[in-house]
């Protein structure tokens, strides 16, 4: 078996650029890699504008139990201005590795591969590899899910190579993630002469006063992983230029991230209700991201420490904040933990990844390679 080198093969899908939605080059760097290791790769394209096309790959070595899955997406976002050496071509410089996805998440990508390649396994292993996670994310990971289903692919446990490392590598795995639900609320009035208010309708106060009472709100107070749910006003605009009329509508958005004790469509009957109580008339949309959800820690999250533990010396923090993942989804296979690269520049200009973190990573997979069929 050919032994892959993790910072080539980071480089050579660094230089496939792949904004999302993505599809093609990226996946033939990655389909190069994983053939000549034993692979089977099952590539196919769903979508269209313009959230598709997107490409998505299943590439499965290995049979029987454990089945160990790995996760991760190869579109990356937009590259943005102001980057000391072009965003889609690598580049190494004082020990690091810039390029855009190199933390998010190409980088872990390429750490697993190599992890592959040089570390025999028992069971099977199966890589669910998506170019829409950065986007709307329609036709990534649910479309690989069914696809999976039918194909009777089923993994045991998962893990997601999302950059999770806050200040070290190691230092942080995720266990969970909070949900996240989007509502905008549209107030309607009735449009006069500032002068003549009996005649017109205002609808800034009441919407100001179904927003008060929002943001008074006390969801939660957290538990034991996870912390209090929060609700944010994100934007009102009335977009009325005229000092002396009465605006006919006031819109406002409001944006919750909530933990495993609410449901999404929970909490947008509870907004709905608040806001009716000050304005009856007002139209609410709401959408509904991601649900909350917490894999119990048990044997993956306890192999995986273990694992980061011999390779860095670190016991990482099992945690559930920040944004959502592709964990949302995938959830609904098997255990899911989240674990990979210091997660510090991601979406940033100069995304750059330590080589010595690179293959560190590379060590910590290999490591947990070596556990899975022992703890079964
Ligand atoms: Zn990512």
Redesign the pocket.
Known sequence: MRHVDVVELARALLDAESVTPACGAVFDVLEAALVPLGFAVDRFVVGDAPDGPVENMLATRGTGAPHLAFAG?VDVVPAGDGWTSPAFTSEVRDGLLYGRGAV??KGAIAAFVAALSAQPHGGQVTLIITGD??GPATFGTVSLIERMRARGIAPDLCVVG??TSVSRLGDTIKIGRRGSVNIWIEVPGRQGHVAYPHLADNPIPKLIAALAELDALVLDHGNAWFQPSNLEVTDITVGNAATNVIPAAAKARISIRFNDLHRGEELVRRVEQIVHEHAPDASITARVSGEAFLTQPGALSAMLSAAILDETGLTPELSTTGGT?DARFLRALCPVVEFGLLNAT?HQRDEAVALGDLHTLTRVYANLLRRVPLSQ
Do not use: N, Q, Y
Request: aromatic share 0%; no cysteine.
């Open positions: 997406h998010d998440m996670e950065e999302e950059p993942s991601m």
